[in-house]
């Protein structure tokens, strides 16, 4: 019997219509996206979905299943990158999937596993697989192909994975990407941020996540915005900016519009959540004009994707 997440997707497969819209039907990338170095693209593909997590868990398969079971599941921890592709009719599910190895083996990855649809375990398999969600990308769990590899660099350990299949004659593809490494402490306490505001005039937070491409805070900001809140608490007087910073991914004044709703965004929360004064907090966003590292590298933007604290 198909399981609720097939069904689902077979119900929204019929209720969408096959005009897609938006990024889709313009033919080009989502906003802020970006091809994995050393990897790239099938030619001719849009990305249709993006997400990078600085510290987050991917699941992969090392092994086929057998009896509808996972014998070789990885459950890997680290940055974690995921890029949904579309090429238009034409191209097969071998070919582009058969591409997305020839690129891992360049870049040096030792294959673990390719495998196409009864090979891997069906079904099953591609359930036990993270996927981004529909329409990002699309997962035919009858005719599907998969790939996983793993690298080990300057002593850094990084798995790939690939599934490519097929709706309405378009292939999907998405790249999995986990570098391994542990969790950067993030914290700044509110003595922490009260001596930068004193010494420097300004202190980055890097404990305010959002998910890419959107202001609306995730709870695992709470701690920070804590912080935030016991020191505006001990200091009734205080007043402070605050200020969103983006990368240099994307449009100047997509990235500063971007930039300011999330300082907003963070405005907000203080009011609602812990009582602060409005009139303490007042807001802004500067995109990517103030950077504190190159980006030119993946460790520089990271840096520059931050809210700062400001004494007015």
């Given at each position: 019997m198909p399981s609720s997440r097939t069904l689902f997707g077979l119900l929204l497969l019929f209720a969408l219509p096959?005009?897609?819209?938006?990024?889709f039907a313009q033919g080009r990338d989502v906003a802020?996206?970006?091809?994995?170095?050393?990897?790239?693209?099938?030619?001719?593909?849009?990305i249709t979905g993006y997400q990078v997590k600085d510290f987050d868990a991917a699941r992969m398969q090392a092994a086929p299943f057998k009896d509808g079971q996972p014998t070789g599941a990885r459950r890997l921890e680290g940055r974690v990158i995921k890029i949904a592709y579309r090429s238009g009719p034409g191209p097969s599910i071998l070919e582009v999937s058969r591409n997305f190895e020839t690129q891992l083996a360049k870049a040096g990855f030792e294959t673990l596993l390719a495998c196409d649809t009864d090979a891997c375990g069906g079904i099953p398999f591609t359930e036990a697989v993270d996927s981004l969600p529909m329409p990002q990308m699309w997962v035919d769990g009858f005719n599907y192909r998969y790939v996983a590899g793993r690298k080990v660099e300057g002593g850094r350990e990084t798995y790939a994975s690939v599934l490519v299949s097929e709706n309405n004659r378009d292939i999907y593809a998405q790249l999995v990407v986990a570098e391994l490494g542990a969790m950067q402490n993030k914290m700044v306490d509110a003595a922490a941020m009260q001596k930068g505001l004193g010494e420097a005039g300004h202190i980055a937070l890097y404990g305010i996540y959002f998910d890419t491409d959107k202001a609306v805070l995730k709870p695992e900001s709470q701690p920070t915005l804590g912080e935030i809140a016991k020191l505006l608490a001990g200091?009734?007087?205080?007043?402070?900016?605050?200020?969103?910073?983006?990368d240099n991914q994307g449009a100047y004044e997509?990235?500063?519009?971007?930039?300011?709703?999330?300082?907003?965004?963070?405005?907000?929360?203080?009011?609602?959540?812990y009582r602060i004064a409005p009139q303490r907090l007042r807001t802004a966003g500067v995109g990517f004009l103030a950077p504190v590292g190159t980006n030119a590298t993946d460790a520089g933007r990271a840096l520059n994707r931050r809210v700062e604290l400001v004494a007015p």
């Open positions: 096959l005009a897609a819209t938006g990024a802020g996206a970006r091809d994995y170095p050393g990897i790239g693209r099938f030619g001719g593909s849009v200091q009734p007087q205080l007043g402070v900016f605050i200020v969103g910073h983006t997509y990235n500063l519009d971007l930039s300011r709703r999330r300082a907003e965004a963070v405005a907000a929360e203080l009011v609602r959540a």
